[in-house]
């Protein structure tokens, strides 16, 4: 590989770590708005958050409206990704209202490992032995975060942000699904912030609770972090692939702390710090054992 080739690769690279880095901070702050906005429903809460995205996505839909197309096949599949990733919103949502957002985060990240499971469901992708070994690890890091006793009230809150994060990883392989069948992105998330808006509005009429100004405010922070999250992090992987950036998405557990403990005094107990250890040790191992595939890969082809 050329000099000026290599130059540019690492140039990428390290785009791709900024972005991965800022949309990690964005998501952290996300999380601090959820918690920061009080006493109120999270369906209530879900609904701003996917509302501003919705509408941040439609003018680059009517910007783009020739590629505004669902190819047959693929309807199936846009319903199937709006239903999980709502799960994966409503349960992070839910638990950050409930426990330290660092711990919601933790779990929410969960999904990079369920995203290897459903990835072979949906798309016959194989698991390699390594990652395989390193899911089961996570899933045993979770169990210190979730921390499941006889009293399951004081438990539950977490487990539905696992199941968040469940959820997650299951609309990111529908995300790799719908590439693969050539779909725009911007519909994509169009069709799951509408779908996603549609499935609180039931709950927001039965529950619904008044707004300060203020939270307002707030909410529509959560909203716009939310989005600043999900273009860092394609900008992110448009510029790098994921085996030599993703690692860096787990900043969010150190930004999600930070914000914790400053905004809200929030410290994580022993058995969290454990979890989160096990948890982001087994993501630095698929880290790794990817990097190394692809530089094998890279040497292969020269």
């Known amino acids: 590989m050329s000099l000026g ?3 540019a690769r690492s140039t990428n690279i390290l785009l791709g770590i900024l972005g991965i880095i800022f ?22 809460k879900a ?9 941040i996505t439609i003018p ?20 199937l990704r709006a239903a999980v990733g709502s799960i994966g919103i409503f349960g992070n949502f839910y638990a950050i209202d409930r426990i ?10 969960m999904s990079s490992f369920f995203a290897i499971i459903f990835s072979l469901i949906l798309l016959g992708e194989k698991i390699k032995f390594v990652p395989f070994l390193a899911t089961l690890g996570a899933f045993f890091g979770a169990m210190f975060v979730i921390k499941p006793s006889s009293n399951f009230i004081t438990s539950f809150p977490a487990f539905v942000g696992f ?19 050539k779909i725009n992105g911007s519909v994509v998330i169009a069709f799951f912030s509408a779908f996603s808006c549609l499935l609180c509005v039931p709950f927001i009429i039965a529950n619904h609770a008044p707004m300060t100004f203020a ?3 707030v909410l529509l922070g959560t909203g716009l972090a939310g989005c600043g999250g999900q273009f860092g992090m394609t ?24 914000l914790g403990y400053f905004l809200f005094r929030q410290i994580p107990d022993l058995l969290s710090w454990i979890g989160y250890a096990i948890i982001i040790s087994m993501a630095a191992i698929v880290f790794l054992y990817n990097k190394k595939i692809g530089e094998f890969d890279r040497s292969a082809k020269k």
């Open 60 to 79: 680059m839909l009517a910007k783009d409206r020739e590629k505004i197309s669902i190819p047959k096949g693929t309807l199936k599949f846009l319903f």
């Open 23 to 44: 949309s990690s901070f964005c998501f952290a702050v996300m999380g601090a708005f959820v918690h920061l906005a009080g006493d109120l429903p999270f369906m209530q």
């Open 215 to 217: 939270q307002v405010l």
């Open 235 to 258: 900008f992110g992987y448009y510029h790098a692939p994921a085996r030599d950036i993703s690692i860096f998405d787990y900043s969010q557990i150190i930004f999600s702390a930070a």
């Open 163 to 181: 199941l968040g994060g469940m959820g997650a990883g299951f609309a990111f392989a529908c995300v790799r699904k719908l590439g693969t069948m």
């Open 100 to 109: 330290p957002i660092a711990d919601a985060a933790i779990l929410n990240r």
């Open 47 to 55: 609904f701003f958050r996917n509302l501003i995205s919705f509408f």
């Open 5 to 7: 080739l290599e130059n």
